[in-house]
Protein backbone atom coordinates (compact mmCIF):
# COMPACT_ATOMS: atom_id res chain seq x y z
CA UNK A 1 0.00 0.00 0.00
CA UNK A 2 1.50 3.45 -0.56
CA UNK A 3 1.66 5.78 1.33
CA UNK A 4 0.35 8.80 -0.33
CA UNK A 5 -3.39 6.94 0.00
CA UNK A 6 -2.57 7.49 3.62
CA UNK A 7 -1.42 10.74 3.97
CA UNK A 8 -2.73 13.87 5.28
CA UNK A 9 -2.09 17.44 4.34
CA UNK A 10 -2.12 19.49 7.09
CA UNK A 11 -2.08 23.23 6.70
CA UNK A 12 -1.02 24.29 9.94
CA UNK A 13 2.60 25.54 10.62
CA UNK A 14 4.18 26.31 13.61
CA UNK A 15 7.62 27.34 14.89
CA UNK A 16 9.84 25.51 16.68
CA UNK A 17 10.56 28.17 18.94
CA UNK A 18 6.80 28.85 19.66
CA UNK A 19 5.12 28.52 23.11
CA UNK A 20 4.05 24.79 23.25
CA UNK A 21 0.77 26.28 24.98
CA UNK A 22 0.06 28.57 22.39
CA UNK A 23 0.67 25.74 19.81
CA UNK A 24 -1.13 23.36 21.55
CA UNK A 25 -4.47 25.85 21.14
CA UNK A 26 -3.88 25.54 17.55
CA UNK A 27 -3.65 22.27 17.49
CA UNK A 28 -6.95 21.73 19.16
CA UNK A 29 -8.64 23.85 16.74
CA UNK A 30 -6.96 22.07 13.83
CA UNK A 31 -8.89 19.76 11.20
CA UNK A 32 -5.75 17.47 10.63
CA UNK A 33 -5.15 17.14 14.05
CA UNK A 34 -1.20 17.60 13.68
CA UNK A 35 0.96 20.59 13.04
CA UNK A 36 3.90 21.11 10.61
CA UNK A 37 6.61 22.30 13.01
CA UNK A 38 9.45 25.08 11.08
CA UNK A 39 13.12 25.54 12.26
CA UNK A 40 15.00 28.18 10.28
CA UNK A 41 12.55 27.99 6.69
CA UNK A 42 13.10 24.45 7.08
CA UNK A 43 9.92 21.57 7.90
CA UNK A 44 11.82 19.27 10.60
CA UNK A 45 8.86 17.40 12.30
CA UNK A 46 5.21 16.98 13.16
CA UNK A 47 3.87 18.03 16.54
CA UNK A 48 0.89 16.07 17.61
CA UNK A 49 -1.35 16.08 20.38
CA UNK A 50 0.20 13.19 21.71
CA UNK A 51 3.52 14.91 21.85
CA UNK A 52 2.30 17.54 23.37
CA UNK A 53 0.62 15.37 26.23
CA UNK A 54 3.87 13.63 26.78
CA UNK A 55 5.80 16.90 26.75
CA UNK A 56 3.47 18.80 28.93
CA UNK A 57 2.48 18.44 33.05
CA UNK A 58 1.38 15.05 34.19
CA UNK A 59 -2.24 13.97 34.03
CA UNK A 60 -1.55 12.31 37.57
CA UNK A 61 -2.91 14.93 40.20
CA UNK A 62 -0.50 13.38 42.62
CA UNK A 63 2.67 13.57 39.97
CA UNK A 64 1.66 16.64 38.47
CA UNK A 65 1.90 18.56 42.08
CA UNK A 66 4.97 18.35 41.84
CA UNK A 67 5.41 19.84 38.77
CA UNK A 68 5.99 23.71 38.73
CA UNK A 69 3.46 25.51 36.42
CA UNK A 70 6.09 28.04 35.59
CA UNK A 71 8.77 25.46 34.03
CA UNK A 72 6.24 24.22 31.88
CA UNK A 73 4.83 27.52 30.85
CA UNK A 74 8.68 27.40 29.00
CA UNK A 75 8.34 25.06 27.29
CA UNK A 76 8.72 25.65 23.25
CA UNK A 77 7.23 23.30 20.31
CA UNK A 78 11.24 21.98 19.96
CA UNK A 79 10.84 20.31 23.82
CA UNK A 80 7.90 18.27 22.59
CA UNK A 81 9.46 16.98 19.05
CA UNK A 82 11.32 13.50 19.88
CA UNK A 83 14.56 14.19 17.63
CA UNK A 84 14.95 14.82 14.18
CA UNK A 85 11.19 14.14 11.56
CA UNK A 86 11.34 10.82 9.91
CA UNK A 87 11.03 12.22 6.04
CA UNK A 88 9.91 9.10 3.14
CA UNK A 89 9.45 9.57 -0.36
CA UNK A 90 5.65 10.11 -1.93
CA UNK A 91 6.43 6.60 -3.19
CA UNK A 92 7.31 4.88 0.24
CA UNK A 93 5.46 1.48 1.18
CA UNK A 94 2.83 1.79 4.07
CA UNK A 95 4.94 -0.87 6.01
CA UNK A 96 8.37 0.89 5.21
CA UNK A 97 7.05 3.53 7.12
CA UNK A 98 5.87 2.05 10.11
CA UNK A 99 9.35 0.16 10.05
CA UNK A 100 10.78 3.98 10.29
CA UNK A 101 8.67 5.39 12.64
CA UNK A 102 9.25 2.52 15.02
CA UNK A 103 13.10 2.00 14.81
CA UNK A 104 12.99 6.48 15.52
CA UNK A 105 10.12 6.02 18.09
CA UNK A 106 8.45 9.03 16.65
CA UNK A 107 4.44 9.22 15.80
CA UNK A 108 4.70 10.91 12.59
CA UNK A 109 6.58 11.05 9.49
CA UNK A 110 6.54 13.89 6.61
CA UNK A 111 5.79 12.48 3.31
CA UNK A 112 8.26 14.49 0.64
CA UNK A 113 8.08 14.88 -3.30
CA UNK A 114 11.77 15.65 -4.47
CA UNK A 115 12.48 18.98 -1.39
CA UNK A 116 8.92 19.69 -0.93
CA UNK A 117 6.78 18.22 2.44
CA UNK A 118 3.94 17.15 0.65
CA UNK A 119 1.79 15.46 3.94
CA UNK A 120 2.04 13.79 6.64
CA UNK A 121 1.40 10.10 7.88
CA UNK A 122 0.98 9.43 11.62
CA UNK A 123 0.46 6.00 13.54
CA UNK A 124 -3.14 6.86 13.09
CA UNK A 125 -3.61 6.63 9.88
CA UNK A 126 -0.86 3.10 9.59
CA UNK A 127 -3.22 1.58 12.47
CA UNK A 128 -6.78 2.57 11.26
CA UNK A 129 -5.21 1.28 7.66
CA UNK A 130 -3.93 -1.73 9.48
CA UNK A 131 -7.68 -2.13 10.97
CA UNK A 132 -8.98 -1.92 7.60
CA UNK A 133 -6.84 -4.62 6.16
CA UNK A 134 -7.03 -6.97 9.61
CA UNK A 135 -10.97 -6.75 9.07
CA UNK A 136 -11.33 -7.31 5.33
CA UNK A 137 -9.63 -11.25 6.50
CA UNK A 138 -12.27 -11.54 8.99
CA UNK A 139 -15.19 -9.25 9.76
CA UNK A 140 -16.03 -7.61 12.83
CA UNK A 141 -18.79 -9.56 14.56
CA UNK A 142 -21.28 -9.09 16.74
CA UNK A 143 -20.10 -11.06 20.02
CA UNK A 144 -22.59 -10.27 22.41
CA UNK A 145 -26.25 -9.35 22.07
CA UNK A 146 -28.69 -8.45 24.62
CA UNK A 147 -32.49 -9.30 23.61
CA UNK A 148 -35.03 -7.21 26.16
CA UNK A 149 -37.91 -9.51 26.32
CA UNK A 150 -41.33 -9.42 28.37
CA UNK A 151 -42.87 -13.43 28.49
CA UNK A 152 -46.14 -12.13 29.36
CA UNK A 153 -48.23 -10.74 25.93
CA UNK A 154 -47.55 -7.64 24.48
CA UNK A 155 -49.98 -4.74 25.12
CA UNK A 156 -50.33 -0.72 23.85
CA UNK A 157 -49.28 -1.44 20.26
CA UNK A 158 -45.90 -3.18 20.56
CA UNK A 159 -44.56 -6.05 18.39
CA UNK A 160 -45.02 -9.20 19.87
CA UNK A 161 -42.55 -11.29 22.12
CA UNK A 162 -41.87 -13.46 19.31
CA UNK A 163 -41.07 -11.36 16.73
CA UNK A 164 -38.51 -9.81 19.06
CA UNK A 165 -36.83 -13.08 19.99
CA UNK A 166 -36.96 -13.74 16.71
CA UNK A 167 -35.12 -11.20 15.49
CA UNK A 168 -32.44 -11.25 18.51
CA UNK A 169 -32.00 -15.08 17.97
CA UNK A 170 -31.75 -15.03 13.78
CA UNK A 171 -28.93 -12.07 14.63
CA UNK A 172 -26.94 -13.94 17.34
CA UNK A 173 -27.51 -17.29 14.83
CA UNK A 174 -25.69 -15.41 11.86
CA UNK A 175 -23.16 -13.95 14.12
CA UNK A 176 -22.26 -16.71 16.17
CA UNK A 177 -22.95 -14.17 18.77
CA UNK A 178 -24.10 -14.92 22.61
CA UNK A 179 -27.45 -13.99 23.32
CA UNK A 180 -29.01 -12.66 26.72
CA UNK A 181 -32.60 -12.42 26.84
CA UNK A 182 -33.65 -10.12 29.51
CA UNK A 183 -36.91 -10.00 31.20
CA UNK A 184 -37.26 -6.74 33.98
CA UNK A 185 -40.09 -7.06 36.77
CA UNK A 186 -40.79 -3.63 37.97
CA UNK A 187 -42.72 -4.94 41.28
CA UNK A 188 -40.32 -7.33 42.27
CA UNK A 189 -38.13 -6.82 44.98
CA UNK A 190 -34.54 -6.22 43.82
CA UNK A 191 -33.57 -8.44 47.17
CA UNK A 192 -35.49 -11.39 45.97
CA UNK A 193 -34.12 -10.98 42.35
CA UNK A 194 -30.41 -11.31 43.90
CA UNK A 195 -31.81 -14.19 46.02
CA UNK A 196 -31.88 -12.59 49.56
CA UNK A 197 -34.19 -12.47 52.34
CA UNK A 198 -37.00 -10.04 52.10
CA UNK A 199 -40.21 -9.27 54.54
CA UNK A 200 -43.62 -10.89 54.59
CA UNK A 201 -44.42 -11.42 50.93
CA UNK A 202 -41.40 -12.84 50.14
CA UNK A 203 -42.92 -16.17 49.14
CA UNK A 204 -45.17 -14.96 46.71
CA UNK A 205 -42.49 -12.65 44.66
CA UNK A 206 -40.17 -15.88 44.72
CA UNK A 207 -43.13 -17.45 43.20
CA UNK A 208 -43.19 -14.87 40.78
CA UNK A 209 -39.53 -14.91 39.63
CA UNK A 210 -39.56 -18.73 39.31
CA UNK A 211 -42.46 -18.53 36.76
CA UNK A 212 -40.72 -15.28 35.24
CA UNK A 213 -37.52 -17.61 34.56
CA UNK A 214 -39.46 -20.44 33.94
CA UNK A 215 -41.28 -18.21 30.86
CA UNK A 216 -38.40 -17.13 29.73
CA UNK A 217 -36.70 -20.42 29.62
CA UNK A 218 -39.48 -21.56 27.64
CA UNK A 219 -38.94 -19.19 25.06
CA UNK A 220 -35.88 -20.29 24.05
CA UNK A 221 -36.54 -22.58 20.83
CA UNK A 222 -34.87 -26.19 21.35
CA UNK A 223 -32.25 -27.28 19.28
CA UNK A 224 -30.66 -23.55 18.27
CA UNK A 225 -27.11 -23.58 17.46
CA UNK A 226 -26.27 -20.14 19.74
CA UNK A 227 -25.54 -20.19 23.11
CA UNK A 228 -28.55 -18.26 25.01
CA UNK A 229 -28.53 -17.22 28.62
CA UNK A 230 -31.82 -15.80 30.37
CA UNK A 231 -31.71 -13.21 33.36
CA UNK A 232 -34.22 -11.93 35.66
CA UNK A 233 -34.03 -8.56 37.18
CA UNK A 234 -35.82 -6.18 39.44
CA UNK A 235 -36.77 -2.76 39.52
CA UNK A 236 -36.99 -0.30 36.60
CA UNK A 237 -36.63 -1.25 32.82
CA UNK A 238 -34.71 1.28 31.38
CA UNK A 239 -31.80 0.85 34.52
CA UNK A 240 -31.85 -3.31 34.39
CA UNK A 241 -31.75 -3.28 30.70
CA UNK A 242 -28.42 -0.56 30.34
CA UNK A 243 -26.91 -2.26 33.73
CA UNK A 244 -27.19 -6.20 31.78
CA UNK A 245 -25.85 -4.46 28.94
CA UNK A 246 -22.79 -3.08 30.62
CA UNK A 247 -22.38 -6.23 32.39
CA UNK A 248 -22.43 -8.73 29.71
CA UNK A 249 -20.90 -5.61 27.32
CA UNK A 250 -23.31 -6.09 24.33
CA UNK A 251 -22.42 -4.82 21.05
CA UNK A 252 -26.60 -4.43 20.16
CA UNK A 253 -29.33 -4.10 22.16
CA UNK A 254 -32.58 -6.01 20.65
CA UNK A 255 -36.07 -4.30 22.58
CA UNK A 256 -39.45 -4.45 21.85
CA UNK A 257 -42.39 -2.63 22.39
CA UNK A 258 -43.90 0.39 20.79
CA UNK A 259 -40.64 2.16 19.44
CA UNK A 260 -41.56 5.80 19.96
CA UNK A 261 -42.10 4.63 23.45
CA UNK A 262 -40.35 6.62 26.67
CA UNK A 263 -38.66 3.59 27.65
CA UNK A 264 -37.34 2.91 24.31
CA UNK A 265 -36.17 6.59 23.50
CA UNK A 266 -34.55 6.62 27.54
CA UNK A 267 -32.49 3.46 26.52
CA UNK A 268 -31.36 5.09 22.96
CA UNK A 269 -30.25 8.01 24.80
CA UNK A 270 -28.57 6.33 27.14
CA UNK A 271 -26.90 2.84 25.71
CA UNK A 272 -23.41 2.73 25.58
CA UNK A 273 -24.19 0.59 22.23
CA UNK A 274 -26.81 0.93 18.99
CA UNK A 275 -30.30 -0.06 20.10
CA UNK A 276 -32.50 -2.28 17.22
CA UNK A 277 -36.13 -1.14 17.96
CA UNK A 278 -37.83 -4.15 17.01
CA UNK B 1 -31.21 -2.31 5.05
CA UNK B 2 -31.81 1.63 4.10
CA UNK B 3 -29.34 3.94 5.92
CA UNK B 4 -29.83 7.61 6.62
CA UNK B 5 -26.67 9.40 6.76
CA UNK B 6 -25.92 12.89 6.71
CA UNK B 7 -23.19 14.75 6.13
CA UNK B 8 -21.30 14.89 9.48
CA UNK B 9 -22.89 11.44 11.15
CA UNK B 10 -22.39 9.06 8.29
CA UNK B 11 -18.85 7.68 9.58
CA UNK B 12 -21.14 6.99 12.85
CA UNK B 13 -23.28 4.44 11.38
CA UNK B 14 -21.55 3.11 8.29
CA UNK B 15 -19.56 1.04 10.31
CA UNK B 16 -21.86 -0.40 12.66
CA UNK B 17 -23.53 -1.59 9.24
CA UNK B 18 -20.80 -3.14 8.14
CA UNK B 19 -19.93 -5.10 11.24
CA UNK B 20 -24.05 -6.05 11.24
CA UNK B 21 -24.18 -7.12 7.88
CA UNK B 22 -20.74 -8.23 6.74
CA UNK B 23 -20.97 -11.57 8.74
CA UNK B 24 -24.47 -11.98 7.39
CA UNK B 25 -24.45 -10.63 3.89
CA UNK B 26 -26.97 -8.40 2.79
CA UNK B 27 -28.03 -4.77 0.83
CA UNK B 28 -26.82 -1.54 2.04
CA UNK B 29 -28.48 1.31 0.70
CA UNK B 30 -27.18 5.00 2.18
CA UNK B 31 -29.56 7.77 1.48
CA UNK B 32 -29.15 11.22 2.32
CA UNK B 33 -31.83 13.56 2.50
CA UNK B 34 -31.42 16.97 1.09
CA UNK B 35 -33.82 20.24 1.78
CA UNK B 36 -36.17 20.69 -1.20
CA UNK B 37 -33.43 23.24 -3.60
CA UNK B 38 -34.83 26.93 -4.84
CA UNK B 39 -34.29 28.63 -7.53
CA UNK B 40 -31.54 31.77 -7.59
CA UNK B 41 -32.78 34.48 -8.66
CA UNK B 42 -31.15 38.15 -9.46
CA UNK B 43 -32.46 41.23 -10.45
CA UNK B 44 -35.89 39.78 -10.92
CA UNK B 45 -34.50 36.72 -13.81
CA UNK B 46 -33.69 33.18 -12.92
CA UNK B 47 -30.13 32.43 -12.63
CA UNK B 48 -30.54 28.76 -11.92
CA UNK B 49 -33.50 26.62 -11.96
CA UNK B 50 -34.57 24.30 -8.69
CA UNK B 51 -34.13 21.25 -11.00
CA UNK B 52 -30.67 22.66 -12.43
CA UNK B 53 -29.71 22.92 -8.61
CA UNK B 54 -31.26 19.68 -7.33
CA UNK B 55 -29.04 17.99 -9.95
CA UNK B 56 -25.86 19.97 -8.94
CA UNK B 57 -26.76 19.32 -5.19
CA UNK B 58 -27.79 15.86 -6.09
CA UNK B 59 -24.18 15.00 -7.94
CA UNK B 60 -22.15 16.48 -5.10
CA UNK B 61 -23.85 14.00 -2.28
CA UNK B 62 -23.88 11.06 -4.46
CA UNK B 63 -19.73 11.99 -4.87
CA UNK B 64 -19.98 12.29 -0.95
CA UNK B 65 -21.41 8.97 -0.51
CA UNK B 66 -19.45 6.94 -3.22
CA UNK B 67 -16.82 6.66 -0.96
CA UNK B 68 -18.62 4.96 1.73
CA UNK B 69 -19.92 2.88 -1.25
CA UNK B 70 -17.18 1.60 -2.47
CA UNK B 71 -15.77 0.79 1.47
CA UNK B 72 -18.78 -1.45 1.89
CA UNK B 73 -18.70 -2.88 -1.79
CA UNK B 74 -15.00 -3.66 -1.26
CA UNK B 75 -16.22 -6.14 1.75
CA UNK B 76 -18.72 -7.85 -0.23
CA UNK B 77 -21.47 -6.36 0.63
CA UNK B 78 -23.87 -5.19 -1.76
CA UNK B 79 -23.81 -1.48 -1.13
CA UNK B 80 -26.11 1.50 -3.22
CA UNK B 81 -26.44 5.22 -2.55
CA UNK B 82 -29.63 7.14 -3.13
CA UNK B 83 -29.94 11.30 -2.44
CA UNK B 84 -33.47 12.19 -2.11
CA UNK B 85 -35.12 15.96 -1.48
CA UNK B 86 -37.47 16.72 1.27
CA UNK B 87 -38.29 15.85 4.86
CA UNK B 88 -35.77 13.55 5.96
CA UNK B 89 -38.30 11.28 8.16
CA UNK B 90 -41.04 11.30 5.18
CA UNK B 91 -38.57 10.84 2.61
CA UNK B 92 -36.27 8.15 4.70
CA UNK B 93 -39.82 6.11 5.30
CA UNK B 94 -40.93 6.49 1.31
CA UNK B 95 -37.50 5.28 0.63
CA UNK B 96 -37.50 2.50 2.81
CA UNK B 97 -41.11 1.46 1.45
CA UNK B 98 -40.18 2.01 -2.05
CA UNK B 99 -37.04 -0.52 -1.64
CA UNK B 100 -38.41 -2.75 0.49
CA UNK B 101 -35.96 -2.36 2.98
CA UNK B 102 -35.95 -4.73 6.10
CA UNK B 103 -34.80 -2.21 8.88
CA UNK B 104 -33.94 1.08 8.63
CA UNK B 105 -30.59 2.49 10.38
CA UNK B 106 -30.73 6.03 11.83
CA UNK B 107 -27.80 7.85 13.74
CA UNK B 108 -29.71 10.09 16.80
CA UNK B 109 -28.17 13.72 17.55
CA UNK B 110 -30.74 14.22 20.79
CA UNK B 111 -31.24 17.38 22.55
CA UNK B 112 -29.57 17.63 25.51
CA UNK B 113 -31.59 18.42 29.01
CA UNK B 114 -35.07 18.92 29.37
CA UNK B 115 -35.61 20.24 25.83
CA UNK B 116 -34.67 16.20 24.86
CA UNK B 117 -38.26 15.50 26.56
CA UNK B 118 -40.13 18.43 24.28
CA UNK B 119 -38.65 18.37 20.98
CA UNK B 120 -39.00 15.77 18.33
CA UNK B 121 -36.30 14.86 15.93
CA UNK B 122 -36.11 13.17 12.58
CA UNK B 123 -35.52 9.56 14.69
CA UNK B 124 -38.36 10.08 16.88
CA UNK B 125 -40.68 10.23 13.59
CA UNK B 126 -38.81 7.54 12.10
CA UNK B 127 -39.39 5.06 15.01
CA UNK B 128 -43.03 6.08 15.67
CA UNK B 129 -44.17 5.71 11.76
CA UNK B 130 -41.66 2.89 10.54
CA UNK B 131 -43.56 -0.50 9.86
CA UNK B 132 -39.82 -2.26 9.63
CA UNK B 133 -36.99 -2.58 12.67
CA UNK B 134 -34.93 0.47 13.39
CA UNK B 135 -31.26 0.77 14.05
CA UNK B 136 -30.20 3.54 15.92
CA UNK B 137 -26.77 4.35 17.11
CA UNK B 138 -25.74 8.00 18.96
CA UNK B 139 -23.38 10.64 17.12
CA UNK B 140 -21.62 10.61 20.46
CA UNK B 141 -21.51 8.98 24.26
CA UNK B 142 -21.19 5.65 22.51
CA UNK B 143 -18.25 3.10 21.86
CA UNK B 144 -17.32 2.90 17.65
CA UNK B 145 -17.86 0.19 15.65
Given at each position: MPIKTLMRSPSGVVEATESLAIATRRLASEPDGCLLVRNRGRVVGVLTMADVRAAG????PTLAAYESPSLTAHLTVADALRGEGVVVPLNAAAADVARALRTRQQRAALVADGADVVGVVTTEDLLSALTERLERDSPPRLARLLVAVSPSPTVGGGRGTRTVLDIGLEIGRRHGATVTLLHVMRRLSPRIAEGLPVGGDSDVQRWRLAGARASLARLVPTGIETTVRTAVRAGEVVDAVLAVAAETLADLIVMGGRRGSALVRETICRARCPVLAV | MLVLVDGSTAWRVVPWIRRLLAPAGGDARLLLVLPPARAVTAAGRTIVFADQQEQSERLAAHFFLSGFVSRLCGEGLAASAEVRFGKPAAATLEAARDWGADAIAVVDSPARGWRRWFTRTVVDEILNHSPVPVLVTRASGQRAA
Open positions: PSTI | -
